[in-house]
Every structure is written in C-alpha cells, then in structure tokens.
C-alpha cells in the first residue's frame, strides 16, 4: 500500500484536485508539498497535530515539505470559521511566535538542504507594492466567488472587512509564489480552507497557463484546529510551560470513547493492521485504547521519559493512589494570599484550572470542586498557608488535578 491509499485509510484525506496525479507523485516521493501556519500565538497547538504528522509521514516517504510560516498573512489574520475580527499582532509579536513555531516544528520535520524547508511569506507579501497586487492578482479573481466561499459565511452574518477580504487573495498568492519560486507542486490545508486553496491553484493556472501542474488537497476540518485541541475554552498548547506534560496527556486520554480511534488512526504511527484490530475493543478496552493513544502522542512533543511519568501519575491518582509526584503544580507566593490564606477560587484561576470567579463558584456550586479528596460547597472555601506549605490537589471534574504549594 503506498502512502497516499495510507492517508486515506486513515480517515485523512477530504477533497483533492487531480487525484491520479497526486497519488503517482506522493506515492513515487516526488511531491512538494507545503502546510501554512498562521502566527496567532507562541505556541502550536494539539489542533496543528494533523498537519505536523501528515509531514511528517510524508517525508518519510520520501516527499519534501515546505514548512510555511505566516508572518505576512498572520498581519491580517484569517476569517475562516470566525464571527469576529482576529487581534491584530505587531511585527516583533509575529517574530517571536513564528521563532517558536520552528522551535517546535524541528521536534517533527527534519529540516536541511535537501529536506524539508522553513519560509516566512513576510518576506514575499509585506514588501508587494498595493497597485501591483492589484494588476497582477486582483484582474484573477471573481468578487462573487470570493462571497459564495465557505470560509466567508459566518463573516459576513456579521459584517466583513475589506481588511480581512483580501486574506483569500494573499493565502492564493503564497501558492502562486512558491510554485514559481520554490518548485513547490502541492498545498495541503484544511476542509474549511478549501475556497482559499483552489483560488491559489486557479492563480497559477491563468497566470503560468493550463500546463502547470499544480494541485490542492484538503483535511478533515476538526482535526486540523477548529474542533480538536481546545478544552474548556482553553487551548491544549504543544509549550510544556503553556500545557504541562500531564495535561497533556490528560487531555488525550480523556477524549470521547467515539473519537479514541479515529484520532490513533489520524495522529500516531502506528501500524494499520493494528489499529484495525482495536475496531471490536469496548468497555475497559476503549479506557486501554485513549492511554495508547495519550502516551504515544506525548511522546511525540514531550519525549518518552515525560510520557511515561504522566501516564504513571495518571494511573497513581485514578486507581486511588497517593502519587502526585509528576502532577502539574502551581507555586502559591506571599502575594497571592489575604490574611494568610487563599480562596480556592483564586488558586483555581492562578493554575489556569479555570478563567473567571463565575466560572468557580458555577462548578463549586454544581459539586464539581474538591480539595485533597473532600468535596467543597463554599464558594468562599479558602486554605491556609500552612496547607499550602505541606501541599494540597484541587480536583476539578473527575479527571482534572493540581497541586498547589507554597
């Protein structure tokens, strides 16, 4: 089986343009392929997992991978499944992140001549002359189109900006920019970006002519961002200092029992034949199943040695145990702390257990909340700083834990 059937028995793979011809390229390890990653933050995200592994992958297969970081487009920010305006970044808050982003990225693709390559389009966009632009791309695309895009939809319920109109037209211009410039003959994305990726494929056709081969492939949505990597509101960062090795496992071993194997199937490397033999597993087997999955995939950001340590307190805690030796902890200063004590609440805030003092008193209210083992009632339940210099766990839920020391 070549690499290309492999991707879509994994369930990856959702629309494709010339699909005889990608499937000779990727499979012969001919493809040029890049991946675009917008700089939003400091860190990726278990949302970029697909991405980051399909490269992967297709690099082990001999394909190139064109890592693409988005310092040009990121100044404007993609309107794609959003009901508001992105925050919009400096250039030195772009930098930085994008600096991470290859930080973490090396922990995936192999870089080097020959290998895979890392481009910022800051330095392609950010220096095009705006009338020029306008000469060159805008005679190219269809306005009504551009408003019957999927990616537009929810902007537009509420009003879309020129602004962050023309984020289409720069994503195609990428494309356009790297097949002429780079030899890259292939872009992968997300389903939701697909109006943006054919308007580059359509770019390269009329400008260099219905002889250039370039071609678009597209992944399930949500598991390239938008559904996968976010609990509670709150982002599951690949940044040990942002999500620690525990949570993280955490966060994989407590995804839903119907989504356990599509996400092995989608997001380890482990063989086929047997995944397939996990289709029949239930109960306990299902429980067995999210723990292969948790370790392998902290494994793959964080290392073997911390996977194994969050799989070890994570099976301590859940069986009754006492070890909390390599659960996530919080440091409790003298300025955190009223008459020399803290609320749970506050504590609850300051590990990033919760984001707002509703939010707290809804859970303690609800049952949700209990400290060292006991369940609390009193939105005003506050420790001493004599608890906090021994140690105290604040379970949140039945699968959520963190320790507070002072």
Request: with cysteine.
């Amino acid at each position: 089986m070549g690499v290309y059937e492999e991707l879509i028995e994994r369930g990856l793979i959702a629309q494709v343009t010339n699909e005889d011809e990608i499937r000779k390229m990727v499979n012969s390890g001919k493809a040029k392929f890049y991946i675009g990653f917008d700089c939003t933050a400091d860190s990726l995200t278990a949302g970029h997992f697909m991405a980051l592994t399909l490269m992967k992958r297709l690099q082990m297969a001999g394909n190139q991978p064109i890592a693409l970081i988005g310092g040009g487009t990121t100044m404007i920010g993609d309107p794609s499944g959003r009901t508001d305006m992105r925050k919009m970044l400096t250039r030195e808050d772009i930098d930085h992140n994008a600096e991470c982003f290859r930080k973490q990225m090396e922990r995936f693709i192999e870089f080097g001549e020959g290998k895979a390559q890392m481009v910022n389009n800051a330095d392609w966009l950010l220096d095009l002359n705006y009338v020029e632009m306008l000469r060159e791309v805008g005679t190219c695309f269809s306005v009504n189109n551009m408003l019957r895009a999927e990616c537009y939809k929810q902007r537009m319920e509420k009003g879309l900006s020129f602004f962050e109109f023309n984020y289409m037209i720069m994503q195609s211009y990428d494309f356009y920019y790297l097949f002429k410039n780079y030899d890259c003959n292939m872009q992968f994305g997300g389903d939701d970006q697909w109006s943006n990726m054919l308007g580059g494929t359509e770019l390269i056709r009329k400008k260099l002519g219905k002889d250039a081969h370039a071609m678009t492939i597209t992944l399930l949505t949500d598991s390239n961002g938008k559904k996968m990597g976010k609990t509670a509101g709150n982002a599951v960062w690949l940044d040990a200092e942002k999500t620690s090795p525990y949570d993280f496992y955490q966060y994989w071993r407590n995804v839903e029992d119907a989504d356990v194997l599509k996400c092995i199937r989608m997001l380890t490397f482990l063989p086929m034949d047997e995944i397939n033999k996990m289709d029949s597993w239930e109960g306990s087997q299902l429980n067995q199943a999210k723990e292969i999955l948790a370790f392998e995939l902290t494994k793959m950001v964080h290392g073997e040695e911390e996977a194994q340590k969050a799989q070890n307190a994570a099976k301590a805690l859940f069986a009754g145990g006492s070890d909390d030796s390599n659960m996530p902890q919080t440091t409790v200063d003298d300025a955190d702390l009223e008459d020399g004590k803290a609320t749970v609440i506050s504590l609850m805030i300051k590990g990033g257990m919760i984001k707002s003092n509703g939010e707290g008193r809804r859970l303690i209210q609800q049952g949700g909340i209990s400290v060292d083992g006991e369940k609390i009632t009193d939105v005003f339940h506050a420790v001493t700083a004599d608890m906090l210099a021994k140690g105290i766990v604040i379970k949140k839920g039945k699968k959520v834990f963190r320790k507070f020391t002072k």
